[in-house]
């Protein structure tokens, strides 16, 4: 058994802190050719996660928010928001299912967010077609706080 805790949760925040990207993944998978991925992804709040999508038909994402708070957002093709919802245990709203082919993004409400994120593999990574158009640039940090500002309006 893979047992989640609050000493493996603890474990993976203090990492996301110090990452230079904000969060930090623990693969319960163990290899990234698996055909399902389940990790734990913790972020902190300033993490940017690009609006992206993903074009294969089976590529759904599951997000279940064990401890802190996101927002996550669906986006239509020009970069409008579609929608808006805030996950965690405080809102009474644990998680979604993102489907394929969605452009998608989210941004962190408060320190130590965890979330249980369960996805097909293999592990693809997202090429550039599939990463919006209409997003910061990774390197444009005042661009992405501001982004990131207006998804949690």
Same mark, same amino acid.
């Given at each position: 058994?893979? #047992? #989640? %805790? &609050? =000493?493996? +949760? %603890? &474990?993976v925040s203090s990492e996301a802190?110090? *990452?230079?990207r904000l969060r930090m993944n623990y693969n319960f998978h163990t290899s990234m050719e698996e055909p399902i991925h389940r990790m +734990? *992804? @913790?972020?902190?709040?300033?993490?940017?996660?690009?609006? !992206?999508?993903?074009?294969?038909?089976?590529?759904?994402?599951v997000y279940i928010v064990l401890r802190g708070s996101l927002v996550a957002v669906e986006f239509d093709e020009a970069g409008n928001i579609l929608q808006k919802v805030v996950l965690g245990p405080e809102s009474g709203r644990y998680g979604l299912e993102?489907? @394929?082919? &969605?452009? !998608? =993004?989210l941004a962190v409400l408060e320190p130590g967010t965890v979330i249980y994120e369960i996805k097909e593999g293999p592990f693809a990574p997202v090429i550039p077609e599939n990463i919006a158009p209409w997003s910061p640039d990774p390197e444009d940090k005042e661009g992405i706080a501001v982004f990131l500002e207006q998804l949690t309006k």
């Open positions: 058994m893979k #047992i #989640i %805790d &609050t =000493s493996l +949760l %603890d &474990t802190r110090t *990452n230079q +734990l *992804n @913790a972020m902190e709040p300033g993490t940017f996660v690009p609006p !992206h999508r993903h074009m294969d038909p089976d590529k759904l994402e993102i489907p @394929a082919r &969605t452009w !998608h =993004s």
